[in-house]
């Protein structure tokens, strides 16, 4: 399972890795770009038109499925859950962001353990460095997007800065070739 994790400038990269990645990806991939909760947006139909695999809004107890792309929806943070399948928790209108990376990484640490993989693009703040610890601890893999190819690098730098936890620091055109090969593995 990959997880896809930004915000500011998060758009724009996302949609650069899913219009790289081949149809059949041999994995789950979920997005999570932070959104104010009540952003009423075409967030699924946008990544879908650069993508070659479908890509769907996530639903409480949905399975997620080898080859497709679920997205976090405004307004809830998501939750991986055993099966594989996702959870919908109402995220409020406080920060801390919304959807939480951190938790939806630390969830997909938990149920996906070596499986998981964590990319950290574009965004500010820190949220995700703690979730992508978690995914290293669970024995997953962590990559991040280089300062040279992030919109905005106070993400990726968070998560890179934790003790140990990154596996790759690369640029943006470089991960989804990465994605591809890991999970063939």
């Known amino acids: 399972m990959v997880a896809l994790v930004a915000s500011a400038g998060g758009i724009a990269a996302v949609s650069h890795v899913l219009g790289q990645l081949p149809a059949g990806l041999p994995a789950a991939v979920v997005v999570l770009i932070h959104q104010e909760p009540d952003r009423v947006g075409t967030l699924v139909e946008l990544l879908a038109n650069r993508s070659a695999l479908p890509v769907s809004a996530a639903t409480h107890g949905g399975a997620l499925r080898s080859g497709q792309v679920v997205v976090a929806p405004a307004g809830s943070h998501l939750l991986v859950?055993?099966?594989?399948?996702?959870?919908?928790?109402?995220?409020g209108?406080?920060?801390?962001?919304?959807?939480?990376?951190?938790?939806?990484l630390t969830t997909l640490a938990i149920a996906a353990g070596p499986r998981a993989t964590?990319?950290?693009?574009?965004?500010?703040?820190?949220?995700?460095?703690?979730?992508?610890?978690a995914v290293h601890v669970f024995g997953g893999t962590v990559v991040a997007t280089d300062e040279a190819t992030s919109?905005?690098?106070?993400?990726?730098?968070?998560?890179?800065?934790?003790?140990?936890?990154?596996?790759?620091?690369?640029?943006?055109?470089?991960?989804?070739?990465?994605?591809?090969?890991?999970?063939?593995?």
């Not at 859950?81 to 995220?91: E, R």
């Not at 690098?153 to 890991?182: C, Q, Y």
């Open 81 to 91: 859950t055993p099966g594989p399948a996702t959870a919908l928790v109402v995220s």
């Open 93 to 104: 209108v406080a920060p801390p962001s919304r959807p939480s990376a951190d938790l939806l």
């Open 118 to 133: 964590a990319v950290v693009l574009s965004g500010g703040g820190h949220d995700g460095a703690t979730g992508a610890t």
């Open 151 to 185: 919109s905005s690098f106070s993400m990726p730098l968070a998560t890179i800065e934790r003790d140990g936890a990154i596996d790759h620091v690369v640029a943006l055109d470089e991960v989804a070739p990465l994605l591809a090969e890991l999970v063939a593995v």
